[in-house]
């Protein structure tokens, strides 16, 4: 049961960690670009992606669960799951962002070019990209 769930966790890290990151560090500079069909993409493989992470939450917590032994006591175990539920809220905020500057960019004011939505978006998908190598780091380097 125990290989199964890790396979299970492993396989959603890479299927849903890896394109969500290239969706939000992809973003800025489509916003820039104000290629609207583009954004809206973008923003629907966030949204998706981010949902299939909590598949990499859920298989990680069962899988600490059954192998037991304080795992999940561990102050790396502790660690990474505050900071993936950091990282849970990052991504809200990214989606909101990006639905904001999806329309902003729809409509036909040229007042506003999105700038504000393109720079948070920015700087939140860099964090959270630090925050899964760190997530990375502290699954692989205390186990060993």
């Known amino acids: 049961m125990s290989s199964l769930l890790l396979w299970l966790h492993v396989g959603f890290a890479i299927f849903t960690i890896g394109p969500v990151t290239a969706a939000t560090m992809a973003a800025p500079r489509t916003i820039r670009n104000k290629n609207v069909p583009a954004l809206q993409f973008i923003q629907r493989l966030t949204r998706i992606y981010s949902l299939g992470t909590l598949g990499v939450f859920v298989f990680g917590l069962a899988l600490g ?14 660690a990474s799951m ?4 950091v990282a ?28 504000v939505q393109n720079g948070r978006i920015a700087a ?20 060993a």
């Open 65 to 78: 669960a059954v192998l037991g032994n304080g795992l999940l006591g561990k102050w790396y175990m502790t």
């Open 82 to 85: 505050t900071l993936f539920i």
């Open 124 to 143: 939140i998908s860099g964090l959270l990209s630090v925050i899964w190598l760190v997530i990375l780091f502290l699954m692989v380097v205390p186990t």
């Open 88 to 115: 849970a809220v990052l991504l809200v905020i990214i989606d909101r962002d990006l639905r904001t500057a999806v329309r902003v960019l729809s409509s036909e004011s040229a007042d506003d070019d999105a700038k």
